[in-house]
């Protein structure tokens, strides 16, 4: 059974910090890694999806990598903002329709 | 706007009591599905449409039901509301690509209380 791990859960920064946000699952049969941004309140908003065959998709400010054999995925912020406050989920995508299996999200903050 | 729309936003019931959450996709996707998200737990899958016409359940499908009623709406129906359906619901569609590039759109959730 699939099983996603963020670490850390929560993590707070001055703002202009690089930081690194870690992203581990149990089978490395997947399809894709996506990451999510969550604001309090709000629903989930795609921020990189990563198919199996690649290594690692950029956003402006953001970079995700994915390392299928070691089980790890990494979503790399540049120069933070207080903006980026929120939670970041992790999200691996198994074989079949609708085997999407969530990380708990790790929680940030980011301080001006 | 384009994406998930779902109604309502904001629900409180009485244990006992049923009620339909709504959802609507505009992009054209074939799959859709609902999830719920609670306080250390993760988003779980409920039920989920691959297509048109389908439904499968998901992780945790006891004590809902789902109607597909077209390609683009996917209610999600409590019968009979139990506290432990306190929750927030969310709703996604995905568009199956070549090589399982699923990438997913979410709603902005139904935040149900049940007393």
């Known amino acids: 059974k699939q099983e996603v791990t963020q670490i850390p859960a929560a993590l707070s920064v001055p703002e202009g910090e690089n930081l690194v946000l870690n992203c581990s699952f149990t089978?490395?049969?997947?399809?894709?890694l996506q990451w999510f941004r969550q604001d309090p309140g709000k629903g989930l908003t795609s921020l990189l999806l990563?198919?199996?065959?690649?290594r690692e998709q950029t956003s402006g400010r953001l970079n995700a990598s994915l390392d299928k054999s070691s089980g790890r995925s990494t979503l790399y912020i540049a120069a933070s903002q207080p903006g980026d406050s929120a939670t970041y989920l992790c999200v691996a995508g198994g074989g079949s329709q609708g085997n999407l299996i969530f990380g708990k999200g790790t929680k940030l903050s980011v301080k001006p | 706007n384009a994406g998930v729309t779902q109604t309502p936003k904001f629900q409180v019931l009485k244990t006992g009591q049923s009620m339909t959450l709504q959802c609507a996709q505009d992009?054209?996707?074939?799959?859709m599905y609902w999830y719920r998200q609670d306080p250390g737990m993760g988003l779980r899958l409920i039920y989920y449409s691959a297509s048109e016409g389908t439904t499968d359940k998901g992780e945790v499908p006891n004590g809902y039901n789902v109607s597909r009623l077209n390609k683009r709406e996917f209610s999600l129906r409590l019968e009979s509301a139990a506290p432990s359906q306190t929750s927030v619901y969310f709703c996604?569609?995905?568009?199956?690509?070549?090589?399982?590039?699923?990438?997913?759109?979410f709603g902005s959730g139904t935040r149900l209380t049940v007393v």
């Open positions: 990563i198919q199996s065959s690649q």
């Open positions: 996604a569609s995905s568009a199956p690509g070549t090589l399982g590039n699923y990438g997913y759109t």
């Open positions: 992009m054209n996707h074939n799959s």
């Open positions: 089978d490395s049969a997947i399809y894709n």
